[in-house]
């Protein structure tokens, strides 16, 4: 097994390899403006770093978001590109489950709850029985509107630490952003124990901020 594992669902563009044991490299760059500008380079990156080939890969893992329209697709679309190219599996997963499972692996244990930066004054965010565990589906919400339903909860991610007021007990020692490399990990335990995996459809939860005009002058030619 070699899974390239990617995500840019958060400001985070984050790619790793893993070989179903453990995580053979991995590349992090956060950069909330340039993911398709960092992503490619870092899978070479990670790639040389390996001593590995592309056509080495079994199959492709990718966060499906909750994300910002651009950042999101940008990793969704180059996941799916990989696959066709290599006839390899993709194997989706919420972006959250990945931070989720990051700080299980920093120590984390209990309850709690994932919130990531939705900008618009606004988180992505869901609760979890223990790392592995989600017991809320992905939302997004405004951080007041949150207070009493996150009230006593440990709280991890960038989205909490930005909103301190409403998220009380916010553990900014613990991974902030996605890392492919948690996600890799994940996703190869879920393969071992048949665990299951989501649609290939990004979590957008919302419209994307670009739109057709409302109104907008038509020119016909003559």
């Known amino acids: 097994?070699?899974?390239?594992?990617?995500?840019?669902?958060?400001?985070?563009?984050?790619?790793?390899?893993?070989?179903?044991d453990s995580v053979v490299a991995e590349?992090?760059?956060v950069d909330a403006r340039r993911h398709g500008e960092l992503l490619l380079p870092a899978v070479d990156r990670v790639l040389a770093e390996a001593g590995r080939k592309l056509d080495a890969v079994t199959g492709i893992v990718v966060g499906?978001?909750?994300g910002p329209y651009t950042g999101l697709r940008v990793g969704i679309v180059t996941a799916a590109t990989f696959a066709a190219v290599l006839d390899v599996p993709v194997h989706s997963l919420?972006?959250?489950?990945?931070?989720?499972?990051?700080?299980?692996?920093?120590?984390?244990?209990?309850?709690?709850?994932?919130?990531t930066d939705a900008r618009r004054k606004e988180v992505y965010w869901a609760r979890?029985?223990?790392?592995?565990?989600?017991v809320t589906e992905p939302a997004v919400d405004r951080p007041a509107e949150l207070a009493e339903r996150v009230a006593g909860l440990?709280?991890?991610g960038a989205g909490a630490v930005l909103y301190p007021d409403a998220f009380t007990d916010v553990r900014a020692d613990l991974p902030q952003h996605q890392s492919a490399g948690a996600?890799?990990?994940?996703?190869?335990?879920?393969l071992r124990t048949g665990g299951e995996f989501l649609p290939g459809q990004p979590l957008y939860l919302r419209r994307p901020?670009?739109?057709?005009p409302a109104n907008y002058k038509v020119v016909t030619p003559q």
């Open 1 to 20: 097994m070699l899974l390239l594992a990617l995500d840019t669902a958060t400001p985070a563009v984050t790619v790793a390899l893993h070989d179903g």
């Open 27 to 29: 590349s992090s760059q």
């Open 94 to 115: 919420c972006t959250l489950d990945g931070i989720a499972y990051a700080a299980g692996l920093a120590g984390l244990e209990g309850e709690f709850v994932v919130a």
């Open 183 to 190: 996600l890799a990990a994940l996703a190869a335990e879920k």
């Open 209 to 212: 901020d670009a739109q057709v």
């Open 64 to 66: 499906v978001g909750p």
């Open 154 to 156: 440990t709280a991890v």
């Open 128 to 134: 979890y029985a223990d790392a592995r565990t989600r």
